[in-house]
């Protein structure tokens, strides 16, 4: 593996009383795709939540392109490169797809480059730019929240279930741009629960289960010795 953009050391956390995370080390290299697997209740949300400071860890150290991060606030997560698309999305619903798009342009990026990037990834965007947001189909609404996501020009973009309540074939599109997207240079560490249409586009996999990383290598090895733990749902 290349130089980690994203490395978690020994992290814990916990909800009350009970632990949740129990020691994650995890290492994502930078330029690559990797998928994160694992059993519901595993702990990958949670994980996603103490990465972007949402959650706080009890113990560990968390860097991003050697920047130690825990204990960061948004701003400068976002300083340091740190993009998340939470799970369930986040558009305006009553605003239309260019000014939800636009704006993004606070994030220091021209509004037409903010544009540009966004339909160059997804022409179906610049045919309904003008609709509102809230009344696009869930496969749009993700593509307009992955638009958002790339205003801030992001070293990582943190994925959480991309593929939540989404048709089969829309979800295999997002992640053939999610290829695409990490071809530019972006680093994505995305959580799946198809684990097959992730390892499809990921150059590295880690399955987590019981609070720890119980795995991590090529999709390959992964999909032989760890089946029967990410394909326990849908495949
Ligand atoms: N806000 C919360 N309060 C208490 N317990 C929680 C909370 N959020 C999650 N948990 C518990 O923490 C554990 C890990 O949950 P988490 O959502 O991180 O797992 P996950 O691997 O993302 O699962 P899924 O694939 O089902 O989303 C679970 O046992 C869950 O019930």
């Known amino acids: 593996m290349s130089v980690p953009i994203l490395e978690v050391v020994d992290l814990h956390a916990a909800y009350g009383r009970i632990e949740v995370l129990r020691g994650v080390d995890l290492a994502v290299p930078k330029g690559a795709v990797m998928a994160l697997l694992g059993p519901n209740g595993a702990g990958k949300s949670t994980l996603v939540k103490v990465i972007c400071g949402q959650k706080a860890a009890t113990s560990g150290d968390i860097h991003l392109a050697g920047v130690h991060l825990k204990g ?37 990026v021209s509004r037409g480059a903010i544009l540009d990037t966004a339909y160059s990834y997804f022409p179906r965007l610049h045919e309904r730019r003008n609709q509102l947001a809230g009344t696009m189909s869930g496969g749009e609404q993700q593509m307009l929240a992955m638009s958002r996501a790339l205003a801030s020009d992001p070293a990582l973009l943190l994925l959480d279930e991309l593929s939540m309540g989404l048709a089969p074939l829309i979800v295999e599109e997002l992640y053939e741009t999610v290829a695409r997207i990490a071809e530019s240079g972006v680093s994505i560490l995305c959580i799946e629960q198809f684990a097959r249409t992730a390892l499809k586009v990921s150059d590295y996999a880690a399955v987590m289960s019981g609070g720890r990383i119980v795995a991590t290598g090529e999709p390959g090895e992964i999909l032989d010795t760890m089946a029967d733990v990410i394909l326990g749902g849908a495949a």
């Open 72 to 108: 960061a606030g948004s701003d400068d997560l976002a300083r340091v490169g740190l993009c998340t698309i939470p799970e369930g999305r986040s558009v305006f619903p009553n605003l239309t797809v260019e000014e939800n798009l636009v704006l993004m342009s606070y994030a220091g």
